[in-house]
């Protein structure tokens, strides 16, 4: 790997902790439903550096968030989505990039990520009840995914000419 894809790569991460970190003290909707501004990052890094990157950025993202707040079941969540969310991510864009645009990528990889997230919530409270709050989560999974694929889509055209100077 090049120093210039190291360098982005860790800025890349920078950002996302930040906005990870920030997007944590707003208050909440309901519980879990949030706009999942730091996987701008993970998608940006996907697009412009590779899945490899994308992987590395949401990794470092989620275990340095969880050194800043200590909480280990927001540890769990956030791995078990943001794994399942890239993977889905990687998958679409890699196999599937001219058929679908970033938001409906983006949006694929939030409803993933929801999933990941209520499978650990199911099986830490033991209670398979639980999965009826998939259905608000995706939705609102689906509708802020879409945001951040619009945002990344205009990470990618802007920043994506100063990298591959």
């Known amino acids: ?21 920030v997007e944590g003290t707003m208050p909440l909707p309901l519980p ?3 706009l999942g501004a730091a996987n701008v990052f993970s998608l940006v890094a ?3 550096l590779g899945v490899r990157e994308a992987f590395a950025v949401t990794l470092l993202r989620v275990c340095l968030a969880w050194l800043v707040t200590g ?6 969540c956030s791995m078990a989505g943001g794994l399942l969310a890239t993977c889905t991510m990687a998958i679409l864009y890699t ?20 999933a990941g997230q209520i499978a650990v919530v199911a099986y830490v409270v033991g209670d398979r009840r639980i999965l009826v709050y998939a259905i608000p989560l995706f939705i609102a999974g ?6 951040v694929g619009v945002l990344a889509s205009m990470l990618c055209a802007r920043v994506g000419k100063i990298i591959t100077k």
Request: aromatic share 16%; charged share 10%; with cysteine.
């Open 1 to 21: 790997m090049s120093l210039r894809r190291v360098i982005v790569t860790g800025l890349l991460t920078a950002l996302a902790l930040v906005f990870n970190i």
């Open 32 to 34: 879990g439903i949030k």
């Open 46 to 48: 996907l697009v412009l």
């Open 71 to 76: 909480n280990w079941f927001a540890f769990l």
């Open 95 to 114: 196999k599937f990039g001219k058929d679908f645009s970033l938001p409906w990528i983006s949006a694929a990889g939030a409803c993933a990520f929801n």
């Open 142 to 147: 689906a509708l802020a995914g879409w945001a």
